[in-house]
């Protein structure tokens, strides 16, 4: 069995950098498997996928040290906001003064 002294950092900046790299450990396996559930479900649609999570990633990561706790929904949420809007405007929009 371990031993408590084997789980705590004996030096305040060693404690940080450990927490820093589960982090950012954390985040980074989460965007992985946020980018393969969402390639699955929005085939062909990969630069949006990649987008979507990138704009989230930035996103949590302003509103926590905890950023693997929001990004499941901020990347839900940009995802359904950047496949709802056309990739092209209709030609009358395009051209109102062609009418």
Do not use: C
Not at 2 to 30: K, M, Q
Not at 43 to 51: D, I, S
Not at 58 to 65: E, G, K, N
Request: charged fraction near 20%; charge should be negative; hydrophobic fraction near 45%.
């Amino acid at each position: 069995m371990n031993d408590i002294t084997e789980l705590v950092p004996t030096h305040p900046s060693t404690a940080l950098a450990d927490f820093t790299e589960r982090v950012t450990g954390a985040v980074a396996e989460l965007k992985n498997r946020l980018q393969a559930h969402y390639q699955r479900a929005l085939p062909g649609k990969t630069e949006l996928v990649r987008a979507a999570i990138a704009e989230a990633e930035a996103r949590a990561w302003q509103l926590s040290f905890f950023p693997h706790l929001f990004l499941p929904d901020l990347v839900e949420a940009r995802v359904a906001e950047l496949a709802l809007q056309p990739t092209f405007l209709p030609r009358e929009a395009s051209y109102p003064h062609a009418a």
